[in-house]
Antibody
């Protein structure tokens, strides 16, 4: 069964740090890009960060750039998100999601999608 | 604010057809993907690419794109389709991924 399981969430004080993990199983982890997506309480989805299959390409949302670091260990089938200088507005459920992409030759459109999601881990930043 | 714009809420009568739209400049070059999220659950991919459905997604879900607008259409909406729907694509300022603000679908 294809599965992603996040862990590492919890309560942390403003300015603190936390490291999230995402354990993948049931597919060839090293063949896929991976993403972190978060959802603040009562709010919509927010893309946080992406990493390519070999870690060659890494992207961050402006809201976390310079504070969060995404990484992966393909030997351990694991994705990570190191979070520093946490703020109240980082409070959210954090999901990891598998990514895939393709290119439509007929229309010359590129597309990316996230086809497998974990259940999420909750991060609460509060004093 | 998101660079992909969605109507906050849409309603549809049971069994009728509803279209949920997503607007953004990047959609002139990139297809959107669409996600369904029910309360307390993780998002679920329902449409990707030009009009592709993952295994297990009913064929009443379809996607289309024209100009700067991507659309998710549910033909014959069912009670279980009541959920939040999010589009995702690239944004016009260089971020590889961005979500629309989401549309809450109510099935009456």
């Amino acid at each position: 069964e294809v599965q992603l399981v996040e862990s590492g969430g919890g309560l942390v004080k403003p300015g603190g740090s936390l490291r999230l993990s995402c354990a993948a199983s049931g597919f060839t982890f090293s063949a896929y890009s991976m993403n972190w997506v978060r959802q603040a309480p009562g709010k919509g989805l927010e893309w946080v960060s992406s990493i390519s299959s070999s870690s060659s390409y890494i992207y961050y949302a402006d809201s976390v750039k310079g504070r969060f670091t995404i990484s992966r260990d393909n030997a351990k089938n694991s994705l990570y998100l190191q979070m520093h200088s946490l703020r109240a507005e980082d409070t959210a459920v954090y999901y990891c999601a598998r990514g895939d992409e393709n290119y439509d030759l007929l229309t010359a459109f590129y597309y990316y999608y996230m086809d497998v999601w974990g259940k999420g881990t909750t991060v609460t930043v509060s004093s | 604010s998101s660079e992909l714009t969605q109507d906050p809420a849409v309603s549809v009568a049971l069994g009728q057809t509803v279209r949920i739209t997503c607007q953004g400049d990047s959609l002139r070059r990139y297809y959107a993907s669409w996600y369904q999220q029910k309360p307390g659950q993780a998002p679920l991919l329902v449409i990707y690419g030009k009009n592709n459905r993952p295994s297990g997604i009913p064929d009443r879900f379809s996607g289309s794109s024209s100009g700067n607008t991507a659309s998710l259409t549910i033909t014959g909406a069912q009670a279980e389709d009541e959920a939040d729907y999010y589009c995702n694509s690239r944004d016009s300022s260089g971020n590889p991924r961005v979500f629309g603000g989401g549309t809450k679908l109510t099935v009456l």
